[in-house]
């Protein structure tokens, strides 16, 4: 295998015909020829030494190496329109200076392992900017970014607000945390229903917490029994439910994140699969906030459906 680096116009062409399932119509969406396409996934599988697209398949699909390289290609050319971008906005007049940190806020887990892939692509790009990760707690679903103490925030659900724009990153089946010896315990392989939640003492949150988050945390408005105790972080949730005082609910991946003794994860069959986002100011100018935005955006693609536990849609 060759040591050169990857050529991105080889690696486009390559990803047009994995995206498109076909030479022709990846060539016609490149503004290229047939023959062109086809020379240059040629010209990467001998750089590789391996075949990566299965000709005799309707679509054309790739091969598990194939598969593989398909993931870093998304990567690589999301950082490199994205450095395009970057110079684009560094040669604008009255560009921001350079120096300023890109600050990332983080509810609860945020995205699950979406989150610092996401983080550790950036920094591989943009290895001269600062992160700042900054911590989220319930009642900041949309006001760390509007008072402009976060520059991106994964956060769950979609805020409603015409200040902020957000982007789908995973979708995820609901699930409700429970002591363990609590009845409903038993019920983390096979999961309960909605009315079977509705009686649980769900923690109560700040009254200036969003409505958008307060209908997701109880499930619209079926859970309605609130215990006396409040919680703004997971943390707190948690410290509830293993001394008995409140349940939770969340994400599924919320269990292999807070693995908490005497917790229990029960997933909730019938309520809607909800999704965690990426959010930033719906008149963000900052470059850098559009280089982190792709390559989450790019990244969600190949590591969503794992998190997601479904399969990928077209």
Not at 15 to 33: I, N, P, Q, T
Not at 71 to 100: C, I, K, Q, T, Y
Not at 129 to 137: F, G
Not at 182 to 207: C, K, W
């Amino acid at each position: 295998m060759s040591s050169a680096p990857l050529d991105l116009r080889l690696l486009s062409s390559f990803l047009a015909v994995v995206e498109e399932g076909h030479f022709g119509r990846a060539a016609a969406r490149l503004f290229l020829s047939p023959p062109a396409v086809t020379q240059h996934v040629r010209r990467l599988e001998t750089e590789l030494g391996t075949v990566l697209l299965d000709r005799r398949a309707n679509p054309v699909a790739p091969t598990p190496a194939g598969v593989r390289l398909a993931g870093h290609a998304r990567v690589l050319l999301a950082a490199s329109n994205a450095a395009l971008d970057d110079m684009a906005e560094a040669v604008r007049p009255g560009a921001a200076p350079a120096g300023r940190p890109l600050r990332v806020g983080i509810m609860g887990h945020g995205s699950a392992e979406l989150t610092p892939a996401a983080i550790n692509a950036y920094r591989r790009a943009r290895p001269d900017v600062r992160v700042e990760i900054r911590q989220l707690d319930f009642t900041e679903h949309v006001t760390a970014l509007t008072e402009d103490r976060v520059d991106v925030a994964f956060v769950r659900p979609g805020p409603d607000d015409e200040r902020v724009t957000a982007d789908v990153l995973t979708t995820e089946q609901r699930i409700v945390v429970v002591p363990a010896r609590s009845p409903l315990a038993e019920a983390r392989l096979t999961g309960v229903t909605v009315a079977d939640i509705a009686g649980l003492p769900f923690f109560r949150v700040p009254g200036h917490t969003p409505r958008t988050f307060t209908d997701y945390l109880y499930f619209g408005d079926e859970a309605r029994h609130r215990s006396s105790d409040y919680a703004v972080t997971p943390q707190e949730v948690l410290t509830g439910v293993v001394t008995g005082r409140a349940a939770g609910s969340g994400l599924k991946s919320f269990a292999r994140y807070y693995a908490w003794p005497g917790a229990t994860f029960v997933p909730v069959l019938d309520a809607p699969w909800e999704s965690s986002y990426l959010a930033v100011r719906a008149d963000e100018e900052n470059p850098e906030v559009r280089i982190f935005r792709a390559l989450a955006l790019t990244l969600a693609r190949e590591l969503g459906p794992t998190i997601n536990g479904c399969p990928r849609t077209p």
